[in-house]
């Protein structure tokens, strides 16, 4: 079965860097677009970023462009999200997702940016 594992997530300081990761597994990975969403406490969940299967393409919410990068690895199924200069409204817990004949989401990992 399809599997999405993310990990990454953590603690740090406003202006501070986090890089997470995205581990897939049951999917032709190589061959579908990813993306990470993320939802803070209190409100709907949001889109992030995209990928597309062969990293050509990607796409970024206004609120992460030039702050973060989306990325990925197809030879290790994994889809990566470097976050730099963060914001405390960046707290949330970040999901990866992709579509597959039906969406699949991850369990998520916990960011926290204290100011």
């Known amino acids: 079965q399809v599997q999405l594992v993310e990990s990454g997530g953590g603690l740090v300081q406003a202006g501070g860097s986090l890089r997470l990761f995205c581990a897939a597994s049951?999917?032709?990975?190589?061959?579908?677009?990813m993306r990470w969403y993320r939802q803070a406490p209190g409100k709907a969940r949001e889109f992030v970023a995209s990928i597309s299967w062969s990293a050509s393409t990607t796409y970024y919410a206004d609120f992460v462009k030039g702050r973060f990068t989306i990325s990925r690895d197809n030879a290790k199924n994994t889809v990566y999200l470097q976050m730099n200069s963060l914001k405390p409204e960046d707290t949330a817990v970040y999901y990866c997702?992709?579509?597959?004949?039906?969406?699949?989401w991850g369990k998520g990992t916990l960011v926290t940016v204290s100011s």
């Open positions: 049951g999917l032709p990975f190589s061959t579908v677009a």
């Open positions: 997702n992709t579509r597959s004949g039906m969406d699949y």
